[in-house]
């Protein structure tokens, strides 16, 4: 089992930066996965952007261009790295770890992101 500990949130005027982080302990030796979805009030939970082990990435749509995820593997850490924030991002992010895309894994307890004025 791999337990995750997230940091790396709090508030921000629209167009700060923000960076998330998330490090696994536990048998973490077989994953190939790591992402981080968020989850806004009312709204279902979507990702946000995705990172394997070779280091192929994908991104949500309206983050493009301002988030950067990225991962050590020494660390066993993932990061999001949050420029141009926008009142729309605004949410509870999650760190997701897994063997692979669509397998089963270990979830993060969350870290609020608010961006406001």
């Known amino acids: 089992q791999v337990q995750l500990v997230e940091s790396g949130g709090g508030s921000v005027q629209p167009g700060g930066s923000l960076r998330l982080s998330c490090t696994m302990s536990?048998?973490?030796?077989?994953?190939?996965?790591m992402a981080w979805y968020r989850q806004a009030p009312g709204k279902e939970r979507e990702l946000v952007a995705h990172i394997f082990s070779e280091g192929s990435t994908d991104y949500l749509d309206s983050v493009k261009g301002r988030f950067t995820i990225s991962r050590d593997n020494i660390r066993k850490t993932v990061y999001l790295q949050m420029n141009s924030l926008k009142p729309e991002d605004t949410a509870v992010y999650y760190c997701h770890v897994a063997p692979d895309f669509g397998l089963s894994g270990s979830w993060g307890q969350g870290t609020q992101v608010t961006v406001s004025s």
């Open positions: 536990g048998n973490s030796f077989r994953i190939n996965y």
